[in-house]
C-alpha cells in the first residue's frame, strides 16, 4: 500500500475545498504531524496520505497555488512552504453547461458538443492522468459547484440501457455531474460525490458500478450543521424528547454561497438537507425550517445557527441553541482525503456499486434499498467494524 501512487481526479480541482485538500497532503508530505480533523489517521492499513497525487478539471485555469491564495482558507506560511508542488498543479478544462449551475462560470471549459464527445473528453483526461503520473489507480471526486435538480425519476435515468440511449439522442436531462459520474465508472475509477448535485446516485449509474465492480459513494458531504443534527436528534429520541420545531440557517461568503444564491442550485442542497431530521427521529418536524443565505464578508468562516424547540415530561416545552462558528472548507478536506482512502480500499476488496459503510461522510447516503441511516454513531460503528471485516 505504501508502494502505490493514488490519483485523485477531481470535478471543481480549484475550489476552497479542493485546494485546502491538496495543501493538506502536500504539509503531509513535508512532515507536517498534526491530523486533527483526519478522523482515520490512525488507520495506517489505508493507503498513506503521502500516496495521493491530485490532478482534476476546473473552469478557472489558475495554478492551485494561486486558487488556494484566492481562496485565503490556508494560511499564508503554510501555502508559501507548499507553493511549489501547488504551483504545478493546473486545472483541465472543465465540461460544464450553463444551464444547470448559473452561478458558475470561467473560460476554462470543453466547447459544448454532442454527449458522447463530452464523456470522450473526460476519459481521456483519466487515462493520460493515469499514464503521466504512473498511478496505479485513480479515483474520480465530484467537488464542483452544486447544479440544479433534474428529475431523478426520468426514464432516461431509470436503467443503464436507457441511459446510453440518452447519451446518443443529446438528452437534455443529462447534467455534467451526471457525464463525469459516467465516465469515472466507465474507467474503472471509485467515485465520490461531495456534492448534492446527482452523481452516481440513480439507478443506471449505479447499475453499471454494480456491473463493473467500481466502489461509488455519495452525496453530499456532512461537514457542519447536519453533522451537529445527526448528533443530537438520535440523543433526543432516545431520552423521548419531542422535536416540536427545528429552524436552522447558515451564512457563508465563499463561492459555494455563491452557487447557492441561484434557486435552482439551492433547491438541490435544501432537499439533501431537509430529510434527515424526520429519518432519524421516526416522525414529521411540521416546523422545520433550512436556510442557507449568501453573505459575501464571511468567505469561507461559515456561521451555522440553530434554534431547537422540545417538549418534554407534562407537556413542558424547552429550547436548545447552537451557533456553529466553523470553518467550510477546514471541515470538508479532511473527508474528502479519508473517502479517497476508503474507495481504494474497497475496491481492493473487490467490492463494486454503492459503499453504504461510507453514509458516516454523507447528508444523503447512496444506498442499494433507497433507505439510510443517519445517526453518527451508528454510521461510526458500520464504518469501522467493516474497516475491521477485512
Excluded at 499514464?131 to 433534474?150: F, G, I, Y
Excluded at 465516465?183 to 456491473?211: H, K
Excluded at 434527515?276 to 468567505?299: F, K, N, S, T, W
Excluded at 462558528?325 to 454503492?354: F, K, N, T
Amino acid at each position: 500500500m505504501a508502494e502505490q501512487r493514488i490519483g485523485v481526479a477531481v470535478v471543481g480541482l480549484g475550489g476552497a475545498v479542493a485546494t485546502t485538500a491538496v495543501a493538506g497532503v502536500e504539509l503531509l508530505k513535508l512532515g507536517m504531524r498534526d491530523t486533527s480533523g483526519l478522523p482515520l489517521a490512525h488507520r495506517t492499513d489505508l493507503v498513506p496520505y503521502e500516496s495521493l497525487v491530485f490532478g482534476g478539471w476546473d473552469l478557472c485555469p489558475d495554478d492551485l497555488a494561486k486558487a488556494a491564495h484566492v481562496h485565503r482558507v490556508v494560511e499564508p506560511v503554510q501555502l508559501d512552504t507548499v507553493a511549489e508542488p501547488l504551483q504545478a498543479i493546473k486545472p483541465w478544462p472543465a465540461v460544464s453547461d450553463p444551464q444547470w449551475c448559473r452561478n458558475a462560470t470561467g473560460a476554462n471549459v470543453v466547447p459544448v458538443g454532442p454527449l458522447r464527445e463530452r464523456v470522450a473528453y473526460v476519459c481521456e483526461d483519466l487515462r493520460r492522468f493515469r499514464t503521466e503520473q504512473a498511478l496505479d489507480r485513480v479515483v474520480v471526486v465530484n467537488l464542483a459547484s452544486t447544479e440544479a435538480r433534474p428529475d431523478p425519476t426520468a426514464p432516461v435515468l431509470s436503467d443503464l440501457a436507457e441511459f446510453e440511449r440518452g447519451l446518443d439522442r443529446d438528452d437534455a436531462t443529462m447534467t455534467p455531474g451526471l457525464l463525469y459520474a459516467y465516465a469515472a465508472i466507465r474507467q474503472g475509477c471509485p467515485y465520490v460525490n461531495f456534492t448534492p448535485s446527482l452523481g452516481a446516485d440513480v439507478p443506471a449509474l449505479v447499475e453499471l458500478a454494480e456491473r463493473e465492480r467500481v466502489p461509488v459513494a455519495g452525496k453530499d458531504g456532512k461537514t457542519g450543521q447536519t453533522l451537529i443534527k445527526t448528533v443530537l436528534a438520535p440523543a433526543f429520541r432516545s431520552r423521548a424528547l419531542v422535536v416540536e420545531g427545528w429552524y436552522s440557517t447558515n451564512i457563508l461568503g465563499n463561492r459555494d454561497g455563491h452557487i447557492l444564491d441561484d434557486p435552482s442550485s439551492l433547491a438541490s442542497k435544501l432537499d439533501t438537507k431537509g430529510s434527515v431530521l424526520d429519518d432519524m427521529l421516526g416522525y414529521a418536524v411540521e416546523d422545520h425550517v433550512v436556510r442557507i443565505d449568501y453573505y459575501r464578508p464571511r468567505g469561507d468562516a461559515k456561521e451555522a445557527w440553530d434554534n431547537i424547540d422540545l417538549v418534554g415530561f407534562l407537556g413542558q416545552r424547552m429550547q436548545m441553541k447552537v451557533d456553529f462558528l466553523c470553518r467550510d472548507s477546514i471541515l470538508a478536506a479532511p473527508l474528502v482525503i479519508e473517502l479517497v482512502r476508503l474507495v481504494v480500499e474497497a475496491a481492493r476488496r473487490g467490492e463494486g456499486g454503492p459503499q453504504e459503510q461510507l453514509g458516516y461522510f454523507f447528508k444523503a447516503p447512496l444506498t442499494r434499498g433507497g433507505t439510510a441511516e443517519h445517526a453518527l454513531h451508528v454510521q461510526e460503528r458500520t464504518l469501522l467494524r467493516w474497516l475491521d471485516a477485512a
